[in-house]
């Protein structure tokens, strides 16, 4: 598929998407975030793993992750959450957050989504591109839409494409499990979801309805 037209179908796409989302009420969020988070706390891949990166919320339009990083935290896992470094190339990296009080004093980013600085109490965060992070066990992963053959679209800005692509490559042993949680209008049929070479598809997609996988 040439790039310019597969450009302008994701452009729809996120543009007819945007509109769905910003007609959703709080309340529906809120009760789909709930399913989701059963559910995703449910999965043994979540269960059996020790350190997890999840995405803190936008304000509105995207499943509420409050629940789910409460429940990393009282379950002793190893929290990293998502930070821009560098907004105009689009990279990402994850870094370390240390517990329910760090989590209440980050500051608000971009999109009104909490960002942690890199230092906590004047030390460095550990970080997962800069390699003193443990292996990330599973990512989970917001999106804009998603099908059920596990594409995904972003945001438009890759940063996540770009994070997978230089994370996973220095892995020695299997990267982690990418699991996205997505709202039932954001979940489509197979199909749907124009991708690209550097989009990667998710392992597992959790929905108020259920998986994807």
């Avoid at 907004?87 to 760090?102: N, S």
């Avoid at 500051?107 to 550990?126: L, T």
């Avoid at 992963?141 to 998603?146: D, I, L, N, S, V």
Wanted: aromatic residues 8%.
């Amino acid at each position: 598929m040439m790039a310019t037209t597969l450009a302008k179908q994701k452009g729809a796409l996120r543009k007819a998407m945007r509109v769905t989302l910003a007609n959703l009420t709080s309340d529906e969020i809120q009760a789909q975030s709930r399913q989701i988070t059963r559910t995703l706390l449910a999965l043994p891949e979540f269960q059996e793993s020790k350190c997890i990166s999840c995405f803190l919320n936008m304000p509105a339009g995207e499943v509420d992750t409050s629940a789910v990083v409460s429940a990393i935290f009282d379950a002793g896992k190893t929290l990293y959450v998502p930070k821009m470094v560098d907004k105009e190339q689009g990279v990402m990296d994850f870094f370390q957050l240390f517990g329910e009080d760090d989590l209440r004093t980050l500051p608000s980013g971009p999109w009104g989504i909490r960002e942690p600085d890199k230092e906590f109490k004047g030390q460095q965060r550990p970080s997962a591109l800069d390699g003193s992070s443990e292996p990330l066990d599973l990512i989970v992963m917001p999106g804009m839409a998603f099908d059920r053959s596990r594409s995904r679209l972003g945001y438009g800005k890759g940063f996540y494409d770009r994070f997978l692509s230089t994370y996973i490559a220095r892995q020695q042993a299997a990267g982690p499990r990418l699991v996205a949680l997505a709202l039932r209008e954001q979940i489509l049929e197979a199909g749907q979801v124009p991708v690209g070479e550097t989009d990667w598809k998710v392992d597992i997609i959790i929905g108020p309805d259920g998986i994807v996988s």
